[in-house]
């Protein structure tokens, strides 16, 4: 008993050791009628299928899973893994060891267990993280805990997004380019009155596609992130006293400081004026500024 009671103090030692808390299983694909009998460990995994399929045992049901699923097992949860007696399957799994207990509730969306399909484009991204953690895992960077966590969290995050994507179709990788190219249309040229015909114009398509496909990729209406952006500008601007509220507003292409300010109070909830009043610290003259 004593033996034991040491072992585990120097098991709960190794806890907590950073990058190694962390855990990048990608080996090569296992073969037909492989399994491997329902086990239990204190790492919490995320899992997913890369190629072909397998069946999951998770207590006493079995589930199927297939290329472009993923699968959120919380620690302690007893799972096995076995293939079909014709095909194999390749799984990518990431291990952890902590999470806090809100973000392993919102991944349980199939208690016990967590469950996510992705897309192609989601499995590429989902896949380029791990790479990045696994580099992070085996390296010796300055700040490698923070940048495990860091993209452990991406990884969640997009997991979690599939939820709020719902059934809508994805960008095509041609669609998703056109749409890159119009954030940086936008990102650089924010300062002009532009118009999103213009934009859509210029990426190759009809005003209203594009609307739908900029809406589906970044969750907002195009003309919605342009007016956010310039109102997330102003606010550098406006902390800044030789800055007068009109000369903000025509800066940053507003057609009139009443058009600007009501949209920064529709997206602040504040005026400009109040907004640099609660932000800015500044001497009693500053604040006796007009129009």
Same mark, same amino acid.
């Given at each position: 008993m004593v033996q034991i009671a040491i072992e585990l103090k120097k098991i709960d030692v190794l806890k907590g050791r950073g990058v190694?808390?962390?855990?990048?299983?990608?080996? $090569?694909?296992?073969?037909?009628?492989?399994?491997?009998?329902?086990?239990?460990?204190?790492?919490?995994?995320?899992?997913?299928?890369?190629?072909?399929?397998?069946?999951?045992?998770?207590?006493?049901?079995?589930r199927y899973f297939e290329r472009g699923d993923v699968f959120f097992f919380p620690a302690r949860l007893a799972h096995g893994f076995a293939t079909g007696s014709s095909q194999g399957v390749e799984i990518v799994v990431v291990q952890f060891t902590e999470l806090e207990e809100s973000l392993t509730?919102?991944?349980?969306?199939?208690?016990?267990?967590?469950f996510f /399909?992705?897309?192609d484009l989601e499995i590429s991204v989902f896949l380029d993280l791990c790479y990045r953690l696994q580099r992070e895992i085996v390296g010796?960077?300055?700040?490698?805990?923070?940048?495990?966590?860091?993209l452990l969290e991406q990884i969640i995050v997009l997991l979690l997004?599939?939820?709020?994507?719902?059934?809508?179709?994805?960008?095509?990788?041609?669609?998703?380019?056109?749409?890159?190219?119009?954030?940086?249309?936008?990102?650089?040229?924010?300062?002009?009155?532009?118009?999103?015909?213009?934009?859509?114009?210029?990426?190759?398509?009809s005003s209203q596609h594009f609307r739908e496909l900029f809406k589906r990729y970044v969750g907002v209406s195009p003309k919605k992130y342009l007016t956010t952006l310039k109102i997330q500008r102003s606010k550098c601007?406006?902390?800044? /006293?030789?800055?007068?509220?009109?000369?903000?507003?025509?800066?940053?292409?507003?057609?009139? $400081?009443?058009?600007?300010?009501?949209?920064?109070? /529709?997206?602040?909830?504040?005026?400009?004026?109040?907004w640099r009043r609660a932000y800015m610290l500044q001497d009693e003259s500053a604040l006796s500024e007009k129009y």
């Amino acid at each position: 008993m004593v033996q034991i009671a040491i072992e585990l103090k120097k098991i709960d030692v190794l806890k907590g050791r950073g990058v190694q808390d962390y855990a990048i299983i990608n080996d $090569p694909p296992f073969p037909a009628n492989w399994q491997v009998s329902p086990h239990r460990h204190s790492q919490m995994e995320i899992g997913l299928v890369k190629s072909e399929s397998c069946t999951i045992q998770v207590g006493s049901e079995r589930r199927y899973f297939e290329r472009g699923d993923v699968f959120f097992f919380p620690a302690r949860l007893a799972h096995g893994f076995a293939t079909g007696s014709s095909q194999g399957v390749e799984i990518v799994v990431v291990q952890f060891t902590e999470l806090e207990e809100s973000l392993t509730k919102q991944l349980m969306n199939l208690p016990p267990i967590g469950f996510f /399909k992705l897309t192609d484009l989601e499995i590429s991204v989902f896949l380029d993280l791990c790479y990045r953690l696994q580099r992070e895992i085996v390296g010796s960077l300055p700040f490698a805990e923070m940048q495990c966590r860091a993209l452990l969290e991406q990884i969640i995050v997009l997991l979690l997004r599939t939820s709020s994507r719902g059934d809508l179709p994805y960008l095509i990788p041609q669609q998703q380019h056109a749409i890159e190219k119009a954030l940086q249309i936008i990102h650089l040229r924010n300062q002009d009155n532009l118009r999103i015909g213009e934009i859509a114009t210029e990426v190759g398509f009809s005003s209203q596609h594009f609307r739908e496909l900029f809406k589906r990729y970044v969750g907002v209406s195009p003309k919605k992130y342009l007016t956010t952006l310039k109102i997330q500008r102003s606010k550098c601007l406006l902390l800044h /006293k030789e800055y007068s509220v009109t000369d903000v507003a025509y800066h940053l292409g507003f057609s009139s $400081p009443q058009q600007f300010s009501k949209a920064f109070r /529709k997206t602040i909830g504040l005026s400009p004026l109040l907004w640099r009043r609660a932000y800015m610290l500044q001497d009693e003259s500053a604040l006796s500024e007009k129009y």
